[in-house]
Each structure stands twice: as C-alpha cells, then as structure tokens.
C-alpha cells in the first residue's frame, strides 16, 4: 500500500531496496524474532477519541492501573532500583535548557556541553579512568558495545560471559553481539562469583559484573584481568557507579573497559526506570578509537586559539563516517548523563562513600534477619553483598502473592524457590524488619 508522506511505501522504491538487502519481503527482518512473540493479527485499538478530555480520562485510567514503588514497601531491584531521588535533580534537568523532546540534546548550547563534560570528568575520577562517553540509551547497550569494542580492539570473536547475568541482559547481549561474536558462559561458584574457566587466544574479552545478578561483589576480578590479559585478551566489568564509594573502581583491579547503568545517580524507578548507560577506558589512542559513542572534552572552536566545550576525536562516530562507522550510534541519553552529574556533584566524595556503607550494612542487616526465618536460605550468604540478594523459599509466587496483599513487594521472581531482594538507603530498619515479620507470618 503506497502512503503519500513516506517515500519507501512505494512498491517500485520497496522492492528496488529489499534487491539492494538482499532479501525478498520485509518479513525477512524479523525472522530473528520467535513467532511465539509475534501477533500475526491487527492491532486490538480502541475507537478514536472523540475529543482531548476523552483521551485524557482514557489514560488517566491506564495510568491509575499502576503501583508507584513510592506508594507501598517495595523491595524490587534487579535492574532499577529504588535509591534516593534529590529535589535538586528534578529541579535541574526539568530546565528548559536541558529538557528537550530529544533526549536532553538540542543543537543549541545554553551549558549543556559544559554539564556533560563535568558529567564524564566526575565519573572519570570515580571510576579511576580516563575517558568516559556521554551516555548511551542504557546500561544493556554500554555492555553489549563495551564488548564489541574489545572485540574490535583484539580482532577476535568471542566472548567469556558471568552466567550471575539477568536472562533479560544476557538476552540482549546475544541480540546486540549476533551473528559475529559467539558468547560462552562463564559457570557460577558456590560463592556465588565467577567459577573456574580457561581463556584461550580466540578469547576477546572476559566479562564480569560486580556486583552481579545476586548482589554479590566479586573479589577474584584482578586474578580474572591477569588470566585475561596473559592470552591478550581485555577485562570487562559491568559495575553500578553507586557502589564505588566503597568498593574498589573496577579499573584499579585490571579492568580494561568499564561499563553500567546510572540510573541509580538521580532518577526515578519511573515503573521501569530512567535508564542510560556509561563505557570508560584508559587513554589508550587505539582503545578509545573504538568507542563509537560521543565524548565530551574541551575542544577547539573554528576561532584560531578558541577553546571550548564540545565533542572530541569526532571522526571516529558514525555520525562522522556514516556508513562506514564500526558501530551505529544515534540519540545519546544525555539528559540523564546531566541528571547524574547534578547528583555526583550533590554527593561528592565523602557521601558517596556514606551511603555506600549504609547500603552495605542495611544489605547484610536484612540478609542475617531473613535467614533467621525458618523455611528461608539465603543464597551466598558468606559473600560479600551490595544491595542485592538471593533467597530460597517454598513457592516464590506464593510469598509473593501473600506479601503484595499486605502492601510489600518483597522482590523479583528468578525462579519458582528463588526470590531476588533489594534493600538501599532509602530502606529503614523499620521497613527491614516489617519484611521480616511479614515473612515469618507467611512461612509460618
């Protein structure tokens, strides 16, 4: 069917590109997708409003269906987390300077740049590197490009993958490296950190995350980067820059590329999360020409001897080389990148390091008080943990279940036993032990 604003809906112009692909019709595309997934029917929409005030009391009703994290005692983690939001944050990036309908990027100045460089300049020195990128959409594409850089960087085409990885992160890594780069799964210890395995010279990159999908942190990570980098290949490490008050920046224990999410720097669950995620390096020329993302520095302006705040070493991005760059990158998150500089600058080095300490006690407070409940094991409980961790109960959904008609959300499912917590700041020994005892009702 031929659409008179979209060129490409001509039938004449569609299959002259579909030839130039190198397939037959646009369902091509999407044979990577599981037909269990897929519709294979028109879309189920409602009838047209009629009127503004309709629409907005239509979706007035959607969203009064949801649960803010905010409104019950919610203890959901796994990927984006319920960390103190400061007034000063929203106040900031909700500034018409910054807050913009693409992204926090207009092509206009007014300290944008100058926000993004402190941005990178205050994660630099928290993560103990020298060039950081200005965000990328989330901490699932700063992993997957993180490890098609070491790929890139060593010519080599697999990768060594923690199996402690959320199966909807791991899901997007086997989407992001297909079909070039092959993924083998690194086993998990008893410990619950990474288990034996063997790095030969086909290996691009090892990596890990810390802490992992059970909150535990990994304390093998130098051994891991010497027994990468003897068959040369790099270290990777997925790390939530929250934690680095207190535990030691992946970089200083022979991380080559470090990688995350910074939600947990000043935005809100916002029921999934404002999410974008960050890529550091040292200042290797070769190893920095890899980043396909945007990096911010003081640059020259086309004044001789004009220096300003802007983009650095362009030519690399595909906005430069178009066709022709190592990996696509479009719309950066960088309103948010602002927004976690406003909250590291809030923080600074001696509250980060306070409310890492307090995260970690009210993580280990939790974890002795729950095991204490007859019927529940917490997993690992010997390893270090940050802010995340395991349980082993009966029936999951059961708890679940019985915990939500008290107003509790006590976690995430990862299985039918198994039940992922999380506790941060803004938990209360209160709120911890209301758990606990609601808990013990239940399993009782």
């Known amino acids: 069917m031929t659409h008179p604003y979209i060129p490409n809906a001509e039938p004449a112009v569609r299959a002259e590109m579909l030839a ?20 294979n029917r028109p879309l189920d929409l409602p009838a047209p409003m009629a009127s503004e005030p309709e629409l907005v009391r239509h979706m007035r009703g959607l969203l009064g269906r949801n ?11 796994g990927g984006c987390y319920p960390h103190h939001v400061p007034a000063v944050c929203d106040e900031i990036n909700s500034r018409g300077e910054f807050l913009t309908a693409y992204a926090g990027e207009p092509y206009e100045d007014h300290g944008r740049f100058q926000a993004l460089f402190e941005y990178v300049s205050m994660m630099g020195e928290l993560l103990e590197q020298d060039v950081v990128n200005v965000p990328t959409y989330d901490g699932f594409q700063a992993s ?7 790929a890139r960087y060593t010519d080599r085409s697999k990768v060594l993958v923690t199996a402690a990885i959320g199966t909807d992160k791991l899901s997007k890594l086997r989407d992001f490296l297909a079909p070039d780069i092959e993924i083998t799964m690194i086993p998990v210890a008893e410990n619950g950190e990474a288990g034996a395995f063997t790095v030969d010279d086909t290996v691009a990159a090892v990596y890990l995350e810390s802490p992992n999908l ?8 130098a051994e891991i980067a010497e027994l990468a980098h003897n068959q040369g290949a790099l270290l990777v490490v997925s790390a939530d820059p929250i934690s680095l008050g207190v ?26 999360g404002g999410h974008a995620g960050y890529i550091a390096t040292r ?16 640059a020259p302006t086309a004044v001789p001897g004009e220096y300003g705040f802007g983009d650095v070493f362009y030519d690399r991005t595909s ?11 479009g719309t950066a998150a960088s309103l948010w990148g602002i927004t976690a500089g406003v909250y590291l600058a809030l923080m600074g080095p001696e509250g980060m390091r306070e409310l890492g300490e307090t995260i970690l006690a009210r993580t280990r407070y939790a974890m002795d008080e729950l095991a204490a409940v007859p019927g529940v094991r917490v997993r690992h409980a010997a390893a270090v943990h ?9 029936d999951t959904d059961a708890l679940l279940t019985a915990l939500r008609e008290r107003g509790i959300y006590a976690g995430i499912p990862l299985d039918a036993g198994t039940l992922l917590v999380c506790v941060t700041e803004r938990h209360t020994k209160d709120d911890i032990d209301t758990l606990v005892r609601a808990v013990r009702e239940v399993q009782g």
């Not at 130039?20 to 519709?39: C, H, K, M, Q, W």
């Not at 649960?67 to 983690?77: A, C, H, P, R, Y």
């Not at 590329?257 to 000043?266: H, K, N, T, Y």
């Not at 200042?283 to 003081?298: K, M, N, Q, T, Y």
């Open 67 to 77: 649960t803010d994290t905010t409104e019950v005692l919610s203890f959901l983690g």
């Open 319 to 329: 906005f430069a080389l178009r066709e022709e760059g190592k990996e696509w990158v």
């Open 214 to 221: 059970y909150g535990v942190v990994e304390t093998r990570t």
């Open 386 to 394: 940050f802010r995340e961790f395991a349980i082993e109960v009966a």
């Open 283 to 298: 200042d290797e020329p070769r190893l920095v020409a890899e980043f396909p993302s945007r990096l911010f520095g003081i």
């Open 247 to 272: 535990l030691a920046p992946p970089a200083t224990l022979g991380a080559d590329i470090v990688c995350g999410d910074i939600q947990s720097l000043g935005m809100h669950q916002n029921y999934g």
């Open 144 to 150: 997957g490009t993180a490890l098609r850089m070491a």
């Open 20 to 39: 130039a692909i190198g397939v037959e019709s646009i369902e091509d595309f999407y044979t990577d997708i599981p037909t269990a997934l897929r519709l």
